[in-house]
Nanobody, 117 residues
Framework: QVQLVESGGGLVQPGGSLRLSCAAS????????MKWYRQPPGKQREHVAS???????TYADSVKGRFTISRDNRKNTVFLQMNSLKPEDTAVYYC???????????WGQGTQVTVSS
């Protein structure tokens, strides 16, 4: 069973920064697509950013230019650097591992990010 453990969430003022981490268990981390999603209060979960095996990244329009996803395959970890945070970025952020060969997805437990003055 894959375990994904997020960390780095917290309370930050508008304009501030946070860096989320997600550590994955298991082997072959480098061949899987890693994603970040978020679920704002009272809303549905939405895609934030993805990074595939060759390092290619995609972002939601709402975070382009402010968030950066990266991965360290030696440490089985994916990161989300979040800059210029806005109150509308407030959400529970979830790490996701997608395995294209099987179509299976695995989720972390989530970490709360609150942007407020």
């Amino acid at each position: 069973q894959v375990q994904l453990v997020e960390s780095g969430g917290g309370l930050v003022q508008p304009g501030g920064s946070l860096r989320l981490s997600c550590a994955a268990s298991g082997n072959n981390f480098s061949i899987y697509t890693m994603k970040w999603y978020r679920q704002p209060p009272g809303k549905q979960r939405e895609h934030v950013a993805s990074i595939i095996t060759n390092g290619f990244t995609t972002y939601a329009d709402s975070v382009k230019g402010r968030f950066t996803i990266s991965r360290d395959n030696r440490k089985n970890t994916v990161f989300l650097q979040m800059n210029s945070l806005k109150p509308e970025d407030t959400a529970v952020y979830y790490c996701n591992q997608y395995r294209p060969a099987t179509g299976r997805s695995y989720w972390g437990q989530g970490t709360q990010v609150t942007v407020s003055s």
